[in-house]
């Protein structure tokens, strides 16, 4: 009996995946829930594996190909292993080859030395040529001074490029990921729709650094999770949009949509590519629930274990730079969102402090937000409220 493998549902908003990587070929056996193939959409990877033990007969769709939800990938004959043996062809038998009768060219007759102009001979004498090499172009094939000046054009080129390798040679091409597709979609229409703005601020980080220092030890002995800063953001950043609820609202038609949850999406860079995997209901969790929660997702993300339910909604983003060394940017929005916040590299530098400089650990904060929803007060105030609650994070404890 032969068994279809069929593509999976995928989520409501994906039809389409590419076949990223087969894992099994035609003859292999196969056990039930061994993995086959690996499908490549626009959000994740993902496995699809065998329903039933046997032989792989065909495959369908081979790798690269794009198919839809229901397409039939492959096919397995249940319970054939070992009846898909390889066949052994006969050795060849050697036949002694047939006397062949050596075939003579005729001679070719002596080419004759091309005429030469006067003005050619001078030319060709003068830049140490031989006419016999030229190729005459003239009445009765006479090199002619055009022949020679073109003949010595090659040779005047600048000697840095002689024997240099084509630019082709030197490229390599490779097939964009339908996931780096999808975020070039995302990101172009972001700045094709929004009315996309980005302002700044800069947050005192000693309070906080002081506090982790404190308190790491214990903290992770109790919840066996490291305290880091993420979980500190995500609590400010929900302390400023319960207070500018506009910034975790978003555009649907022409309706203004405000969320009154808070699933704050943390973006996380893969070998693949960025993804954006969200944190449920975080406004209802502990630091140590916060730290856990994103220490598993970045996990499955850079392992390509997330499923369409973790990247799916998302109110809010953060992303940060400042693990890869960025001082600055201005993050694009993580549409439809209206807002995301970008995170920084921790620099010290000379700032004043109750009228004396010191030298203090200081980060610098962007928010980029969507015009057409939230008002450059309303943007400066939520970053505002942000970097309050960094630089006083006993104020997260106390919610105010």
């Known amino acids: 009996m032969t068994t279809p493998i069929v593509v999976p549902p995928m989520g409501e908003s994906?039809?389409?995946?590419?076949?990223?990587?087969?894992?099994?070929?035609?003859?292999?056996?196969?056990?039930?829930?061994?993995?086959?193939?690996?499908?490549?959409?626009?959000?994740?990877?993902?496995?699809?594996?065998?329903?039933?033990?046997?032989?792989?007969?065909?495959?369908?769709?081979?790798?690269?190909?794009?198919?839809?939800?229901?397409?039939?990938?492959?096919?397995?004959?249940?319970?054939?292993?070992?009846?898909?043996?390889?066949?052994?062809?006969?050795?060849?038998?050697?036949?002694?080859?047939?006397?062949?009768?050596?075939?003579?060219?005729?001679?070719?007759?002596?080419?004759?030395?091309?005429?030469?102009?006067?003005?050619?001979?001078?030319?060709?004498?003068?830049?140490?040529?031989?006419?016999?090499?030229?190729?005459?172009?003239?009445?009765?094939?006479?090199?002619?001074?055009?022949?020679?000046?073109?003949?010595?054009?090659?040779?005047?080129?600048?000697?840095?490029?002689a024997g240099a390798r084509p630019r082709a040679d030197r490229e390599e091409r490779a097939a964009l990921t339908r996931l780096r597709q999808r975020i070039a979609e995302r990101l172009k229409e972001a700045q094709n729709t929004a009315a996309m703005l980005t302002t700044f601020n800069e947050v005192d980080m000693t309070a906080i650094m002081a506090m982790r220092t404190l308190h790491k030890d214990a903290f992770e002995k109790k919840n066996g999770v490291k305290l880091g800063f993420m979980s500190f953001f995500v609590k400010a950043c929900i302390q400023g949009l319960k207070e500018i609820p506009s910034v975790n609202a978003e555009i649907d038609g022409h309706d203004l949509v405000y969320k009154n949850y808070y699933d704050i999406g943390v973006a996380v860079g893969t070998a693949n590519g960025l993804v954006v995997p969200v944190v449920r209901d975080a406004d209802g969790l502990s630091f140590a629930a916060i730290e856990k929660q994103i220490g598993e997702l970045g996990a499955r993300a850079r392992d390509g274990k997330l499923s369409i339910?973790?990247?799916?909604?998302?109110?809010?983003?953060?992303?940060?730079?400042?693990?890869?060394?960025s001082l600055m940017s201005t993050p694009i929005l993580n549409t439809p969102q209206s807002g995301i916040l970008g995170m920084h590299a921790i620099k010290e530098r000379p700032v004043v402090v109750n009228g004396k400089i010191e030298i203090r650990p200081m980060m610098y904060l962007a928010l980029s937000y969507d015009h057409r929803v939230i008002d450059g007060r309303e943007a400066v105030t939520f970053l505002v409220r942000v970097k309050e609650c960094l630089e006083n994070p006993e104020r997260l404890l106390l919610g105010v």
């Open 309 to 325: 339910s973790d990247l799916s909604g998302g109110t809010f983003t953060i992303t940060n730079g400042g693990i890869y060394g």
């Open 14 to 161: 994906i039809t389409e995946a590419s076949v990223a990587k087969w894992l099994k070929k035609v003859g292999d056996a196969v056990r039930v829930d061994e993995a086959l193939v690996e499908l490549e959409t626009d959000k994740v990877t993902l496995e699809v594996n065998a329903q039933v033990a046997g032989i792989i007969s065909e495959i369908k769709v081979p790798q690269g190909g794009a198919v839809n939800v229901g397409a039939v990938l492959c096919l397995i004959q249940e319970g054939a292993a070992g009846a898909m043996a390889p066949v052994v062809a006969p050795e060849p038998v050697a036949v002694a080859p047939l006397p062949v009768a050596p075939v003579v060219s005729p001679a070719a007759p002596p080419a004759l030395a091309p005429a030469v102009m006067p003005a050619a001979r001078k030319l060709a004498d003068d830049c140490g040529i031989n006419t016999d090499d030229i190729a005459g172009t003239g009445k009765g094939n006479r090199v002619t001074k055009e022949d020679v000046v073109a003949f010595t054009a090659p040779r005047q080129q600048p000697s840095q490029t």
